[in-house]
């Protein structure tokens, strides 16, 4: 894609940083998130007492020798977690904007490589329409997670979605095993509430990111303008009009953006899910190191 944000330097960027998933997700054997159960690495935890059947290599014997009773060593355990990243593929996350799309799919590559350098699986599903596409599957170790970002930059955005039906409707989300991101603007007449219920009904970590064009922000326009919906193939849509644009409905459009973003926030808030809204005339790494650092996903 034009103008894209994914290379070596900015990968490299990356490695000092690492995702921080909560510590009571479930997960596989063999990453590097610690969690609030008992397992087999050599980071020691806590002592309990011995129960008949316990493994004795683990009874601490200078204990015994001070307290004549037996008790266990307890180590920490460590999973692999699964991030799974949903990227609205609907024409105004970048058909009319190349800018918004390039940084929708680098938002996505670096969250994706954030996960497989800490030994986590990553997978990318694209939503499409009311339905949600899997085309690189799970992808454990760097190998394959650059052979699927190298195909993911050819990514077009096009017609409309439907967030809620698609991630709905979408197969083997897991559950209580890791993060999962939706990257959109979530300018749609669909219900997204929806998803963020579902993922948190499938007990997962949930993390909105929204991404807006400078023009969606703070738009410039001035006299009589066409406005013309992006995701429409229809050019007599009644979404399209003629409007002549005055400074009352440009105060008008500002509050009705901050309400909108406003919202978004105090509901996820309510359901225990992470929601951050980002421009992209900005630095991603400023996006990683600021705003996911404030909602606690970074570390």
Not at 54 to 60: E, L, M, N, T
Not at 100 to 107: F, P
Not at 279 to 294: S, V
Request: hydrophobic share 40%.
């Amino acid at each position: 894609m034009k103008g894209s944000y994914i290379n070596d330097e900015f990968f490299s960027r990356l490695e000092t940083l690492a995702l921080n998933l909560r510590a009571n997700l479930a997960g596989f054997f063999g990453g590097k998130h610690l969690v609030n159960t008992y397992g087999q690495t050599v980071e020691f935890a806590d002592y309990r007492e011995y129960m008949l059947g316990d493994d004795i290599r683990r009874i601490d014997w200078n204990l015994y020798s001070r307290f004549e009773k037996y008790f266990l060593k307890l180590f920490t355990d460590e999973r692999q977690m699964h991030t799974q990243i949903f990227i609205d593929c609907s024409a105004s996350m970048g058909k009319t904007n190349p800018q918004k799309g390039s940084y929708t799919l680098g938002v996505a590559a670096a969250l994706g490589f954030l996960s497989v350098h800490n030994m986590d699986k990553v997978s990318f599903k694209l939503i499409k329409g009311d339905r949600v596409e899997d085309p690189y599957g799970t992808l454990v170790g760097k190998k394959s997670f650059f052979n699927a970002i190298s195909e993911l930059e050819k990514l077009e955005f096009t017609g409309e979605s439907d967030i809620g039906e698609a991630v709905g409707k979408c197969p083997n989300v897991g559950s209580n095993d890791g993060l999962t991101v939706i990257i959109s603007d979530f300018f749609t007449d669909s219900d997204w509430k929806k998803a963020v219920d579902y993922l948190v009904y499938k007990k997962r970590q949930v993390l909105l990111i929204q991404v807006l064009a400078p023009e969606e922000v703070d738009p410039v326009y001035s006299g009589r303008i066409d406005l013309i919906d992006a995701e429409s193939a229809d050019l007599s849509d009644t979404k399209n009009m003629k409007l002549r644009i005055t400074r009352s409905m440009q105060l008008a459009y500002e509050e009705a953006m901050k309400d909108f973003v406003g919202g978004m926030k105090t509901f996820c808030h309510s359901r225990g899910a992470d929601f951050i809204s980002v421009h992209c005339d900005k630095a991603i790494e400023k996006m990683l190191f600021g705003e996911l650092l404030k909602v606690g996903i970074m570390a």
